[in-house]
């Protein structure tokens, strides 16, 4: 059974940093595109970066190009999401999902999904 757990979110100020991990088991990490999603109250979930299966291949959200960094640890079977330049609009909870094929990007395209973890950034 394939489990997905996220953790490192919490309460920050504006301009602070925080790295999210999601930790995988029931599949094996450097095997499977993965994705970052994000949802605030009242909208809808929306992308956030993607790493290919090799790790080769990167994309991210506007919003998060050149504060957001997704890596791989093979070691650790984990993903993680480096956010940096964390500002009040980035607040939400943040979900790490498998991809269902490469270069997924909406929702929809992805099929396991970890129960998130909460990012508030205070101004």
């Known amino acids: 059974q394939v489990q997905l757990v996220e953790s490192g979110g919490g309460l920050v100020q504006a301009g602070a940093s925080l790295r999210l991990s999601c930790t995988v088991s029931?599949?094996?990490?450097?095997?499977?595109?993965v994705g970052w999603f994000r949802q605030a109250p009242g909208t809808e979930r929306e992308f956030v970066a993607y790493?290919?299966?090799?790790?080769?291949?990167?994309a991210y959200a506007d919003f998060a190009k050149g504060r957001f960094t997704i890596s791989k640890d093979n070691i650790k079977n984990s993903v993680q999401l480096q956010m940096n330049l964390l500002k009040p609009e980035d607040t939400a909870t943040y979900y790490c999902?498998?991809?269902?094929?490469?270069?997924?990007?909406?929702?929809?395209?992805?099929?396991?999904w970890g129960q998130g973890t909460q990012v508030t950034v205070s101004s």
């Open positions: 790493i290919s299966r090799y790790g080769t291949a990167f």
């Open positions: 029931g599949r094996t990490v450097s095997n499977v595109a």
């Open positions: 999902a498998l991809a269902n094929f490469a270069g997924a990007r909406s929702a929809s395209d992805f099929g396991s």
